[in-house]
């Protein structure tokens, strides 16, 4: 990792960054997180009777949506061709709540970390829009990336992941 910030130019002033000339790859980027909530609100969500609907199948969408939509909602991120974006919500009793994957991919300049992270991010807070009438308690943590491949730096994989 470099130790200067891509995003400032020589004057500290934002910039996007010029991938232009850096070699097409295939590009990978998996990203995680979590929403926690009492128990009773987790068994309504998987019973399928909370008020909006099917909280996973909206908020899958919802992830989908957010992860195409990145470049427009993190400043000097660059708009990407995906090839694909898959968003996973899976119930976990243990804490209670729900675990949420996000895997992007592309073939291109530039990486989809920020993709996977948005696309985990949005499917967490459309969670909470589901279930804020049952429990307005929940948290969303862990949001982090997972693992990440192609590129000029290479892959990366998080520590315990």
């Not at 130019?9 to 295939?26: F, S, Y």
């Not at 989809?112 to 948005?118: C, G, I, S």
């Amino acid at each position: 990792m470099g130790d200067k910030l891509t995003h400032l130019d020589e004057a500290g002033r934002a910039r996007m960054v010029d991938v232009g000339e850096k070699a097409v790859t295939q590009r990978v980027a998996i990203a995680e997180g979590r929403v926690r909530m009492r128990a009773e609100t987790l068994e309504l969500a998987l019973k399928g009777d909370a008020k909006k609907g099917d909280v996973r199948a909206v908020a899958e969408i919802a992830g989908l949506m957010g992860g195409k939509r990145t470049a427009e909602l993190i400043p000097l991120c660059h708009p990407i061709a995906l090839s694909s974006l898959r968003v996973s919500i899976e119930p976990d009793a243990s804490l209670p709540g729900f675990v949420l994957t996000a895997t992007a991919k592309t073939t291109g300049q530039t990486g989809v970390e920020m993709e996977a992270l948005t696309a985990v991010s949005v499917a967490a807070l459309a969670i909470y829009d589901m279930l804020k009438a049952a429990d307005r308690g929940m948290t969303i943590e862990g949001v982090r990336l997972l693992a990440k491949s192609g590129g000029a730096s290479g892959d990366w994989k998080a520590e315990g992941a």
